[in-house]
């Protein structure tokens, strides 16, 4: 089948690629040019596991493209649309900016019996609105919502063997026709199996923010008992693990530390609460200021818990940043707790170097006045303290005798309870961790 692609980032580019591995032959329009040519060269813009090989085998087979022109969309039976919509500047709602700008320049080149199938994270009530708009400027043309549900890091693999497949459909006949057609575009998944919901389009969105906004809520949760573990002298780790154990609690997203970041649970979550003000129906998610409240104290805490193990002031104390990333196995920076952490206590006086494996170049470009290492080992050089913000494997397996000979105390603060304590405490180092006794 004949697809495009609108919006090449970290999700178009990664449905596109997967799409032409599927069997298909894709167009991946993006309104970045250096962002297209580096896709045509089969040079990924971003850090992600995985997709360089599965580009560069898609390009190969020749059918893969990526073009700035959105008429290269004409032709295509089935349109994605795979752009952003990022957090308003100011404001709580969603920047439709970029969705309304893709329909608006996609309804130029569609022909009656396309479908266009949305995939951003939208408010809802969106997909009606557009699927009016298309319509009514191409009768005959159509328009589904199909929420993708993929994780940075595993953005390839979630792709090609999502654990569920949503379609929101309008009415039928356009509906039948419009599931026949993704059904198609998604055969061999479809055929191993995938779980299916098919169901209208204000369902569709609302799957999608309910089930960042679940997962928002259970990270806060074990962070909001981490502060009564703070306040009691109780472990939270364990907490974690005990809970854990009942199925119908589950451990996945357990992990109490620094909490949540990156481009999609935090403004999410923002633009869940901000939709249902509009529908008159805020207080069904009060919590969620809450759950944003929990995240964000959870950055304060950590630069308080620096300040502690410095002997009470940050000031002139050099300090090592073990990660910047929002989480492992990715480049991705947006609301990044670990540069937030390292940023606050720059404020406050202490000497930040801030290391990463994939996320250097972002971050010198996005936050110029902090300052980087390239290896652990430069960051940690004559360290009052190291923290770890961001759970990279490598970071991970780091070997604290050795690392030991490198700073100046031995201090370690564990930001996502991810270290072994009783090797780096076996091994002369101080470990503190949120929700966590001190020695
Ligand atoms: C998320 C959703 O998981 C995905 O389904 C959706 O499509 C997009 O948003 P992603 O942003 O890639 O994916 O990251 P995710 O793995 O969900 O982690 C989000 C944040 O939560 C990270 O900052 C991570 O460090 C943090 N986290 C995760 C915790 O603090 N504790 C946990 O137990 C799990």
């Known amino acids: 089948m004949k697809i495009s692609v609108i919006g090449c980032g970290y999700l178009g580019a990664v449905h596109a690629a997967s799409m032409v591995e599927l069997g298909h032959e894709v167009v991946g329009i993006d309104v970045d040019q250096p962002k297209v040519e580096a896709l045509?060269?089969?040079t990924p813009p971003f850090y992600e596991p995985g997709f360089e090989a599965l580009l560069g085998r898609a390009l190969a087979s020749g059918r893969l493209r990526f073009s700035t022109d959105v008429r290269d969309a004409a032709g295509s039976i089935v349109h994605f649309l795979c752009v952003g919509t990022p957090q308003k500047r100011g404001e709580y709602a969603a920047d439709m900016r970029y969705v309304e700008a893709a329909v608006e320049s996609l309804v130029q080149v569609l022909a009656p019996g396309d479908l266009v199938v949305g995939k951003s994270t939208v408010p809802v009530g969106t997909a009606a609105r557009?699927?009016?708009l298309v319509t009514g400027k191409v009768p005959g043309a159509m328009?589904?919502?199909n929420p993708e549900f993929l994780r940075e890091g595993y953005a390839v693999?979630?792709?090609?063997h999502p654990d569920r497949l949503v379609y929101g459909l309008p009415a039928d006949p356009e509906g039948e026709t419009a599931r026949a057609l993704l059904d198609?575009?998604?055969?061999?998944?479809v055929s191993a199996g995938t779980p299916q919901v098919i169901t209208d389009y204000a369902t569709a969105e609302m799957v999608k923010t309910a089930a960042n906004s679940f997962l928002a809520t259970k990270i806060s949760f074990i962070n909001a008992m981490a502060e009564l573990c703070e306040a009691t002298g109780a472990d939270v780790k364990q907490l974690a693990d005990a809970i854990g154990h009942d199925d119908r609690i589950g451990r996945k997203f357990l992990n109490a530390g620094l909490g949540f970041g990156g481009g999609c649970l935090p403004k999410d979550i923002r633009a869940f609460m901000a939709r249902a003000g509009e529908l008159g129906a805020d207080q069904a998610l009060t919590f969620l200021r809450e759950v944003d409240n929990i995240n964000m104290r959870r950055r304060i805490r950590m630069v308080e818990l620096a300040r502690e193990v410095c002997d009470g002031s940050l000031l002139g104390k050099r300090v090592a940043v073990l990660g910047a990333a929002f989480k492992p196995e990715s480049d991705d920076i947006r609301d990044s707790p670990a540069l937030n952490v390292a940023a606050q206590l720059?404020?406050?006086?202490?000497?930040?170097?801030?290391t990463d494996p994939a996320a250097l170049d972002n971050s010198r470009r996005e936050w110029p006045h902090?300052?980087?290492a390239e290896t652990p080992e430069e960051a940690a050089d004559r360290a009052d303290a190291v923290l770890l913000l961001t759970e990279w494997p490598q970071y991970l397996e780091l070997d604290p005798v050795a690392f030991?000979?490198?700073v100046r105390k031995k201090r370690v603060l564990d930001g996502r309870n991810a270290l072994s304590r009783t090797t780096w405490e076996g091994a002369g180092w101080t470990y503190r961790a949120l929700g966590r006794r001190g020695t």
């Open 157 to 160: 693999a979630d792709t090609l």
């Open 143 to 145: 328009l589904a919502w």
């Open 130 to 132: 557009l699927a009016e």
């Open 370 to 372: 902090l300052d980087f």
């Open 184 to 189: 198609e575009v998604y055969a061999p998944i």
């Open 40 to 42: 045509q060269q089969a």
């Open 346 to 354: 720059q404020l406050q006086g202490a000497v930040v170097l801030v």
């Open 404 to 406: 030991g000979r490198v």
